[in-house]
């Protein structure tokens, strides 16, 4: 488990997603109420960034065709897409945010 | 669900054919599924045929297939490819196909989508004449599509408009024949006509609007010109013809059952016989956020209706409300639409046309009806739910580009 810091607090507004190329696949940051959320940053369906999507109900919609993801888990909640996104361990330190990005599963 | 329901065949194996499937078994349904279809491949997406598939013909879009054939093996629906049905037995419960065999079928929902329309003009069966409706007609077209090559598309909808974009990014000289005074003129107003219009023509597609087709003409079979209405010769060595769809309804009418500009359903995707139901291209549905009967021509609709349709079947239906959206990628422009774009009393443009990237909404009353964007997806989503929540935002704000449309949903 290597944690890194992707971005502070500050960098993600509430029920907006930032998008992170560090690691292995671009991620996408959610702040859900302050809670913060990572997963994979590339929809499924053809190649869009999640992080630009709407976020609703812990979920967001990729804003090209409408498919959506679970924020907390990277599962499909709305077709086209049909397969899920993975998900990241997140932790914070003060205003830091971590992302073990090594750390990428499917549920 | 009644304990005589044992069979079920779903007619049509494209995208509402493939989600009615999908999505009887997420409901429970245990017995039979037998999904038929004419075309020699498992349901797949149309939007790439235009676009990415021919533009990039030695690339496979991502998605392409919405299952892997695992997914029917794994939820035990039948595949029955490559058959075209026949007739719908209804008082003998089956689907009868045309090499013959019988699929028992106590319930049966028809996406039968619907036929490409032909040039009715002569020489309209020329060679190196296509339509583009299945993957077929796509490889087709996307194998003469070389630089230089002289295209003339027939018909500046959607369909057409994608086809000459992805023909001239390829290289080709590109004109569009185009009957109706403006493009897209049945989903779009005049002014985004004028701005896909001009769009074209700056990347060199040549565009005779308001023109219509006298006739096409070859030598050996093979189309060499278009002629329009107005005498003007068009050089062609491909003519790829846009103009619309016929829904496919013969397999209803053959069973009596109650067509009109597509197979009219009730709001639980319900045909006038209470075995069979439809969804998809070809069913004509009331549509609560139109205020009229509307045949939906796009993903969304077909996906959702035709697992609307699978949860009605199985008396779990809901009254299926879709906001009608459809999107379209033409150059580097991205088009999406949601909602009634072409009626309205106030459109408010959000950002500037010139810039190639903008936001109209539309408003009815007050009411935020329609929304359309061109490059700016993250609109799309705010003025979808608009529409939805019937939202009544300050027209003022909506067109200031630095307000927060997540705060005028209301
Ligand atoms: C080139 C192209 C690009 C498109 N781009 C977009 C886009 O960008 N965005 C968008 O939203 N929509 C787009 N669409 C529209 C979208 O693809 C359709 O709305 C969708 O495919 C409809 O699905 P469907 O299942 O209702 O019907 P269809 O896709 O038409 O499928 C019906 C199937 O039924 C079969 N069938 C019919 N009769 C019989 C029979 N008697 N026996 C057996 N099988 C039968 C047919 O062979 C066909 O495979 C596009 C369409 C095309 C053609
Ligand atoms: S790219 Fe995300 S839904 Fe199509």
């Known amino acids: 488990m290597a944690f890194v810091k992707v971005c502070t607090v500050g960098d993600v507004p509430l029920d907006q997603g930032l998008r992170v190329d560090m690691g292995p696949e671009p991620i996408a940051i959610f702040n859900l109420g302050g809670e913060f959320f990572a997963i994979g940053d590339t929809c499924t369906h053809s190649d869009w960034s999640l992080a630009e999507g709407y976020i609703e109900d812990g979920q967001v919609e990729c804003t090209l065709h409408m498919a959506k993801f679970c924020i907390r888990t990277g599962k499909v909640k709305a077709p086209p897409a049909t397969e899920a996104v993975k998900y990241y361990p997140v932790k914070h330190d003060g205003d830091d945010v971590l992302v073990d990005l090594e750390g990428g599963a499917y549920t | ?410």
């Open chain 2, 1 to 410: 669900m009644s304990d005589a329901l044992k069979n079920i065949a779903i007619v049509g194996a494209n995208l509402a054919g493939g989600y009615a499937a999908g999505a009887l078994r997420k409901q429970g349904y245990d017995g039979a599924i037998t999904l038929i279809g004419e075309e020699p491949d498992p349901p797949y997406e149309r939007p790439p045929l235009s676009k990415e598939m021919l533009v990039h013909p030695d690339v496979s879009p991502k998605t392409l297939f919405v299952h892997p054939l695992s997914f029917y093996t794994e939820h035990n629906i039948t595949l029955r490819l490559g058959v075209r049905a026949e007739a719908l037995d209804l008082s003998g419960k089956a689907v009868t196909l045309a090499d013959g065999s019988r699929i028992a079928a106590d319930r049966i929902i028809l996406c039968t989508g619907g036929h490409a329309r032909r040039l009715n003009v002569p020489g309209g069966d020329l060679g190196n004449v296509h339509v583009l409706r299945n993957l077929a007609d796509s490889r087709a077209i996307a194998a003469h599509l070389s630089p230089g090559k002289n295209v003339v598309v027939i018909g500046g909808g959607v369909i057409g408009l994608e086809v000459a974009a992805s023909a001239r990014m390829r290289g080709c000289e590109v004109a569009v024949v185009e009957a109706a005074p403006r493009l897209m003129s049945r989903v779009v107003t005049p002014e985004i006509s004028a701005f896909l219009e001009l769009a074209h023509r700056a990347k060199g597609c040549v565009m005779h609007i308001g023109v219509g087709v006298q006739s096409l003409h070859g030598a050996n079979g093979i189309v060499r010109a278009v002629e329009t209405t107005s005498g003007v010769q068009l050089a062609a060595d491909l003519v790829v013809v846009g103009v619309g769809i016929d829904p496919a309804i013969e397999l209803a009418k053959g069973a009596g059952i109650n067509c009109g500009n597509g197979i009219v359903v009730d709001e639980f995707c319900r045909t006038s016989v209470p075995e069979v139901l439809a969804a998809g291209d070809v069913a004509n549905q009331p549509n609560p956020y139109l205020n009229r009967r509307a045949r939906l021509e796009n993903v969304q609709n077909a996906q959702n209706q035709g697992a609307a349709a699978a949860a009605s079947l199985l008396g779990a239906g809901e009254p299926y409300a879709e906001l009608p959206y459809f999107w379209s990628d033409q150059f580097e422009y991205m088009l999406q639409a949601a909602g009634e774009t072409v009626i309205c009393d106030q459109a408010i443009l959000r950002g500037s046309v010139e810039s190639g990237a903008f936001s109209v909404f539309y408003l009815t009353a007050g009411v935020v009806t329609g929304v359309l964007a061109v490059s700016q997806p993250k609109n799309i989503a705010a003025g979808r739910r608009m529409v939805m929540k019937h939202s009544q935002p300050d027209p003022a704000a909506l067109a200031d580009e630095s307000s927060d449309l997540r705060k005028l949903i209301g």
